[in-house]
């Protein structure tokens, strides 16, 4: 693995990182065990984490997704999904093909109009502009000193540009958008309504290739220059305005076969049971239900049922703001939220009484998830074990600060002093930095028991891609990765009686060696 690698927040990377880009038979890049990483995969993958456009870059890309891929290796071999992580992954499976079988057989007779599709273009595309900018940041309760100031360093720029200095140079070292500044200001294609409004009047009142002259808004001074313009095209935009046109149409169709679906099922509530159900999750602290109680239905239907204690397992997987959520419904919003439990229920019958399978598309959605939770709950689990703090740190703690604690017996702050330790640790690993060693850790685990190949004679391959998918965009990639913020430091929990800790010495650092 290369040497120079990126700060990046692990979970962030991990979602992007693990899919399936790419289409069958593109070039590979890089081989790991039997998985491949194409050029497509990896030139989306840069674009998305918004890396710069250079071999070095392509090889800091490549060792990341490299890494990954053999913590997913890993992840499926060592982790074994809880109770709750099996539920979430058939939960996954059956939302994609209920909406499979909304596609193919709900939404079959919806017929989409040319002549709307049409109107619909005419009435909400026009034309275009690519934008590069300048901004400098003006505070609105600035004096005028300093609003004059900025003024005159704009004014300054513009003259400059005008009489042939380079506006992308000047944007990297005078631009304080951080959106744009690192890509020489510009932003890229935007139609209207997409930016403030004294910016957007002079964005459209200046031919392409033109420089406006300086704008003030709410965000400070302006110098902008339109790079070009353009209204796309009805046959390029046809699909997106299809799915746009068609969209209420399929929510009537599917609302129409719903309602059909459910008069003829026989569903049914029971009142007194749904009550509770409310009491359960309400009650503080919360009982598990009795045995009895679980087999209570709370609602039925032709060819199955809801019971009490299958919508407590569902209820106790959530994350806390949705059990919190659920706590607050009343019996007709629990009924509700029933009625649309239901509707699944009845749905996913039909989809596999009709043998509907997943779309590619579809399919590579669900493995990119599973993957993802596979390679989040191992890294959860190696991050974990570096947690325990030995009785040995603790008491090198206690000595090193024996002034604070003020005589009192190492055996009556012990726990007070692990507890710090475990938070300064926890706190620690949540900076991107240790969380990627962590990472590289796991990956350098594996070596010799996963082949690796990179083909370093694809990187320009990967670099042509990119560009283009920046060109379409109509943006300029980053002259070098922008860096995340380092993690502030934790408060310490304190001793009784005592004021905050010293940071801890000893103990106070992670190593991510071989999870």
Not at 26 to 31: G, L
Not at 119 to 148: C, D, F, M, Q, S
Not at 383 to 401: C, I, K, N, T
Request: hydrophobic fraction near 40%.
């Amino acid at each position: 693995m290369s040497a120079a690698r990126p700060v990046l927040v692990a979970g962030a990377l991990l979602a992007l990182a693990c899919g399936r880009g790419g289409e069958p038979g593109e070039e590979p890049v890089a081989e790991v065990g039997d998985e491949t990483i194409t050029v497509e995969e990896l030139a989306e993958y840069m674009k998305r984490t918004g890396r710069g456009a250079n071999r070095e870059a392509v090889r800091t890309a490549v060792d990341n997704l490299v890494d990954l891929h053999l913590v997913e290796m890993r992840a499926r071999a060592r982790h074994r999904p809880t109770p709750s992580e099996s539920l979430q992954m058939r939960e996954w499976q059956e939302i994609l093909l209920i909406n499979q079988f909304r596609e193919d057989v709900v939404w079959e007779d919806v017929q989409v109009d040319e002549a709307k599709l049409r109107a619909w273009y005419e009435e909400n595309v026009g034309e275009e502009r690519k934008v590069r900018h300048i901004l400098l940041r003006i505070p609105p309760t600035a004096p005028e000193e300093e609003k004059a100031r900025a003024r005159a360093l704009a004014d300054s720029l513009h003259r400059a540009i005008e009489d042939g200095a380079d506006m992308a140079e000047l944007a990297r070292q005078h631009s304080e958008d951080p959106g744009s500044a690192q890509q020489g200001g510009l932003l890229g294609w935007a139609g209207r309504g997409s930016w403030v409004e004294p910016f957007e009047e002079a964005a459209y009142a200046t031919p392409a290739g033109e420089l406006a002259p300086v704008v003030e808004s709410q965000f400070g001074y302006h110098v902008l220059r339109v790079e070009d313009t353009r209204r796309r095209s009805f046959e390029d935009l046809r699909d997106e305005i299809e799915q746009q046109v068609m969209m209420p149409e399929r929510g009537e169709a599917e609302q129409a076969y719903v309602t059909t679906l459910m008069e003829n099922s026989g569903v049914e509530f029971f009142e007194e049971n749904v009550d509770r159900f409310i009491a359960l999750v309400r009650a503080d602290p919360q009982e598990e239900p009795t045995g009895e109680q679980r087999e209570l239905p709370l609602a039925t239907y032709r060819g199955g049922e809801i019971t009490l204690g299958e919508l407590w397992t569902v209820y106790r997987s959530l994350p806390e703001a949705n059990k919190r959520a659920i706590a607050r419904l009343d019996q007709a919003g629990m009924i509700q939220a029933l009625s649309t439990l239901v509707q699944q229920r009845l749905l996913l019958d039909r989809a596999k009484e009709a043998d509907v399978a997943l779309d590619s598309t579809r399919q590579s959605q669900l493995e990119e998830r599973i993957d993802q939770l596979y390679v989040e709950a191992y890294l959860r689990e190696a991050a974990r074990a570096q947690l325990d703090v030995p009785d040995s740190l603790v008491r090198s703690y206690y000595d090193e600060h024996a002034e604070f604690y003020r005589g009192q017996p190492f055996d009556e702050v012990r726990e007070q002093i692990r507890t710090v330790l475990q938070t300064q640790r926890m706190q620690s690993m949540q900076d991107p930095d240790a969380q990627m060693k962590l990472v590289e850790a796991v990956a350098d685990s594996q070596a010799g028991e996963v082949e690796v190949t990179i083909h370093e004679d694809a990187f320009d391959d990967v670099l042509e891609v990119l560009a283009g998918k920046y060109a379409e965009e109509g943006t300029e990639p980053p002259t070098e990765r922008p860096q995340a913020p380092a993690a502030a430091a934790p408060p310490a929990a304190a001793a009784p009686g005592t004021s905050t800790p010293p940071p801890a010495g000893a103990g106070g650092e992670t190593d991510a060696t071989n999870p």
